[in-house]
């Protein structure tokens, strides 16, 4: 082959080889980036479901809202319950409801009708459009849920039927409201084709039965192109998720892309059907285009490579042979050379990405500890702040390790339960702290955690130890990653914090871990602050109530070290029984001695040697400063430290006195020394029962004091607001009708002003903020009946004896108490059940009866929790607490108040005691026995009256209060 074919080869090839490289890497471009694009169209197609999807659940809960408010009105409750309390008289129920419902019917466009049923599912009234008797039972009659049904067909026309119980104030269903809605704006929201293009179709079906139903479609289409759509409607409402899938074409129709969303509040499906030619028609024109101008640019290419090549060619081959020979000498040292080269540059490499990860680390460690120096530096972890320490750690945990949820989890007190302290999300900078986790329920993630202190789960959702939180946790919260350390607290596990990456795989760095080990560190320094604060708090307040009690006692308190060489404490009562100063026996602690009388005197020391063996009690006489006699009773107590050492001794000594002068008047006359006695012993029951009754009315007037200035405080905003309201109403409605005047006479306003109307939607806003300024009405409503309450209760703005209605001060306590009542999560709640009979108003002390009504109803609930402590939630619901509360006038001058309950009932022996000052059975802290004794004074002595206990063993108790009618 001589030069000149060499040339043309090399010419020819270079080009060909240009070109082919050119269209191969525009192919190899261009296929992700179809990939990209199709992808684009469908998560387009996705989002456009997904508009309608929020649209529907609008519409639906709004409709919802709506029946909820109609069958929340009051006076139509009150209808309710008067016209299934009289079967006999229910004319003027049935009319005052129908009123009522006709002004709520005539509120909404989109009502059709409202059926209002009672507690027996029977008709009780009917306006607008009347639903079919056979759709009344659509929901369950026992179904305490708002429910909406599927479209029904009524007068050519389709409807919903909503669903909604009414229940009294007891959670008890007195009712059932049927609400007929207009499907008109439902219809409008599929059969809108905006964004779909002209083979883009929406339609809406449900699965029930077996059997999938076509609720509502965009356009009509022929069964057997159907098939495909039902397949994806039942599919979504069984899974309840989301997706999109492809059908193939055929012989009768083109191939088409199907996206789907479940409806779960109506257990629906919304499936949108595009062409799948014209969904990715767009990715389509743009690789075309894309392909064009690819091989223009080839072949210019090419053409520029020959051009260039040509003279070049010429004199590459002259010297070709040439240096052929000099580089195939030279092939083989270069070889080596590049062998050598590149191990040096993928050592160098390796160094710089071993040097550039050392870095990386050790910047992260400077900033962990960092943080974690500035934590524990922390003012609210250090003062025991535990939630505000709390806040501050998962916040800066979750910007030092760029991740979207930190989480504080700790046990409940049976540690049964991890419940969520603090829950920081990065998405919109809250925290919360909902949530808890039992242990029954995920048994692999607790033993794991349990063994291992800490969770490192770069991929969750498929790790056998955390795998048990997918459907519940991970899926709904967008979680792929997991890394949990236990807190712990003396070697004991108090809690864990979970820290939680959304959106995307975390790998979790052996620096990772140790940061939140530490954080977890930090973590129980705050709770062990917390308990230490509380503690001494507790201590505080202990020693407060020790020294108000010594010091006002008659006998004189001490506490002296086990040899009596140093006196700790001595109660002010000393200076009136000894008659010598305080200081004195702090200065000289044996100085008391030289007080005792010399016949008494070596038996007392002898005595006080051995009280640190045992149990002190002497009686012995002492001489005061001006002579006067005085017999002292004098017991002591050893107290032994954690060791089991005697580390201090207690005692109180009492002058008994007139008890040895009463002993020896008894000698002269036994009789009058038994009156003596109980006078005595009479006197102190009444000075415990003046000492608890001052004890409780200062606690009630303060209490009063408050609960009177916080409803007063409320009270005038409120006013304030609810009194506004009215008149924003009208300035509103001014407002409204100037709109609609400047509608009327230019009714082709200026584009911009159309294009703002239809951004505000003027004409929802015109409907809607009506019922808006309804539900602000409502609820400034409901904060008056509150604060109403309150004032009756506190009664500190009436005179201390007025007639009043007793009615209103048990339902102003349930009220008060309606917190321990209701139900929570994991417990029923307590039911009430009430049987007022026809009282006339009374005259009496109204504030010390709600008192009274307070102690009886709390003791009910303590009962009611005692006796519901040991039994399961199972049990709890089968057999639920409950108070009965029963009035009636049983005579002409006398009123009845019965107050029970199912708990575990009282003995014979505790019942016997009941209205003692002091006596409780609660634990220490809960109770301090004054309640029933404080409640007898104010039914027996201030009103006349009479109050009495029945009570069963492990069935229950009740009070009988008996007032006469002044």
């Known amino acids: 082959m001589n030069s000149k074919q060499l040339q043309r080869l090399l010419i020819f090839y270079s080009a060909v080889g240009i070109f082919a490289i050119s269209v191969l890497v525009a192919i190899l471009s261009i296929f992700p980036l179809y990939q990209q694009l199709i992808k684009n169209q469908e998560e387009n197609l996705q989002s456009t479901l997904k508009t309608r999807r929020l649209a529907v659940e609008e519409f639906l809960s709004r409709a919802k809202d709506i029946t909820g408010q109609i069958a929340s009105r009051t006076q139509a409750k009150r209808e309710l319950e008067a016209y299934n309390r009289s079967p006999n008289n229910r004319n003027l129920a049935v009319d005052n409801l129908t009123r009522i419902l006709t002004e709520a019917l005539q509120q909404t466009e989109d009502l059709a009708g409202i059926t209002r049923l009672d507690q027996n599912y029977q008709l009780m009234a009917q306006v607008g459009l009347s639903i079919p008797k056979t759709l009344w039972e659509f929901p369950p009659q026992d179904s305490q849920s ?257 991740v979207k949820r930190v989480g504080v989890w700790l046990f409940n007190d049976e540690r049964t339960t991890l419940k969520c302290l603090n829950l920081y999300s990065t998405k919109n900078h809250q925290h919360s702290g909902n949530g808890e986790l039992k242990i029954n329920d995920y048994p692999a993630y607790f033993s794991a955690i349990f063994s291992q202190d800490s969770i490192a789960a770069s991929e969750a959702r498929s790790d056998p130890r955390t795998s048990e939180f997918v459907a519940n946790y991970f899926i709904p919260n967008d979680i792929f990653s997991l890394l949990d350390s236990t807190i712990r607290i003396a070697g004991e596990m108090v809690g864990v914090i979970c820290i939680e990456q959304c959106g995307k795989i975390q790998h979790w760095t052996p620096e990772d871990e140790i940061f939140v080990r530490s954080i977890a560190n930090v973590i129980s320094l705050a709770i062990e602050a917390r308990n230490h604060q509380q503690a001494e708090v507790a201590l505080h307040e202990s020693e407060k109530m020790f020294r108000q009690l010594a010091e006002t006692i008659d006998s004189v308190f001490w506490i002296t070290d086990p040899h009596g060489e140093q006196i700790y404490y001595v109660s002010p009562a000393y200076e009136r029984v000894w008659g010598r100063p305080c200081r004195e026996i702090y200065q000289q602690p044996q100085s008391f001695l030289e007080s005792i009388h010399p016949e008494d005197r070596e038996r007392v020391i002898l005595a006080l040697s051995k009280q640190a063996a045992g149990k002190y009690e002497q009686e012995y006489r002492i001489i005061q400063p001006n002579g006067e006699i005085r017999w002292i009773y004098d017991r002591g107590f050893p107290i032994a430290n954690d060791r089991g050492e005697i580390d201090r001794i207690t005692g109180i000594a009492t002058d008994i006195t007139e008890r040895k002068q009463a002993e020896n008047a008894v000698r002269e006359s036994e009789a009058k020394l038994r009156e003596q006695k109980q006078q005595l012993q009479e006197t102190l029951k009444e000075l415990k029962r003046t000492q608890a009754q001052m004890i409780q009315n200062e606690k009630m007037s303060s209490l009063g004091q408050m609960v009177a200035g916080i409803a007063h405080e409320i009270n005038n905003p409120v006013n304030f607001i609810h009194g506004n309201l009215v008149h924003a109403a009208d300035y509103i409605q001014d407002l409204l009708n100037l709109i609609e005047l400047y509608q009327n006479h230019y009714p082709n306003p200026h584009p911009e002003i159309e294009t703002e109307i239809e951004t505000i939607e003027l004409d929802f806003i015109q409907e809607d903020i009506q019922k808006l300024l309804k539900s602000m009405q409502v609820g400034t409503e409901r904060i008056r009946e509150i604060v109403k309450s309150l004032r009756i209760f506190s009664r500190l703005d009436e005179a201390e004896i007025k007639e009043v209605d007793l009615h209103e001060g048990l339902e102003s306590t349930l009220m008060i108490l309606h917190n321990r009542l209701k139900p929570k999560p994991g417990y029923p709640g307590i039911k009430i059940l009430k049987d007022y009979g026809k009282l006339p108003r009374i005259n009496c002390y109204s504030g010390q009866l709600n008192q009274v009504f307070m102690n009886m109803i709390s003791n009910a609930i303590d009962a009611i929790e005692d006796a519901q402590s040991s039994l399961s939630l199972q049990e709890i619901q089968l057999n639920p607490g409950c108070i009965r509360i029963k009035t009636q006038q049983i005579s002409d001058n006398r009123i009845q108040i019965l107050i029970g309950d199912n708990g575990r009932g009282m003995s014979e022996e505790v019942r016997s005691c009941l209205f003692d000052p002091f006596f409780t059975t609660k634990p220490i802290g809960k109770g301090t026995g004054l309640g029933l004794s404080i409640s007898y004074q104010v039914i027996v002595e201030k009103h006349k009256g009479q109050i009495e206990c029945d009570s069963i063993l492990g069935k229950g108790s009740e009070f009988r209060i008996l007032i006469p009618l002044r």
């Open 146 to 402: 708002t429910l909406i049904s599927n479209p029904i067909p009524l007068k050519d026309q389709s409807y919903l039927i909503v669903s909604q119980p009414i229940l009294n104030s007891s959670q008890q269903q007195i009712g059932t409201d049927l609400v007929l809605f207009k499907m008109a704006r439902l219809q409008e929201i599929i059969t809108d084709n905006t964004g779909l293009g002209q083979t883009g179709q929406i339609f809406v079906g449900a699965f029930q039965y077996q059997k999938v139903e076509l609720l509502i479609s965009s356009k009509n289409e022929p069964e057997l192109s159907l098939e495909p759509i039902l397949k994806a409607i039942e599919k979504t409402v069984v899974s309840q998720k989301s997706g999109l899938t492809l059908v193939k074409r055929n012989f009768w129709s083109h191939a088409q892309v199907i996206a789907f969303e479940p409806l779960p509040e109506v257990n629906w499906g919304l499936v949108i059907q595009v062409n799948r030619q014209e969904l990715y028609a767009p990715v389509n024109r743009q690789l075309v285009t894309i392909g064009i101008v690819t091989i223009i640019f080839s072949f210019l290419g090419a053409g520029g490579m020959v051009f260039l090549l040509r003279p070049l060619a010429g004199q590459a081959i002259i010297q070709t042979d040439e240096l052929e020979k000099q580089l195939q000498e030279k092939n083989l040292t270069l070889r080596e050379l590049n062998y050598t080269q590149e191990q040096l540059l993928l050592e160098i490499r390796d160094r710089k990405q071993a040097q550039t990860e050392l870095q990386k680390r050790a910047e992260q460690l400077r900033n962990h500890n960092a943080v974690l120096m500035e934590l524990a530096q922390n003012r609210a972890v250090n003062k025991g702040d535990l939630l505000i320490a709390v806040q501050a750690i998962t916040e800066t945990t979750a910007k030092i390790l760029e």
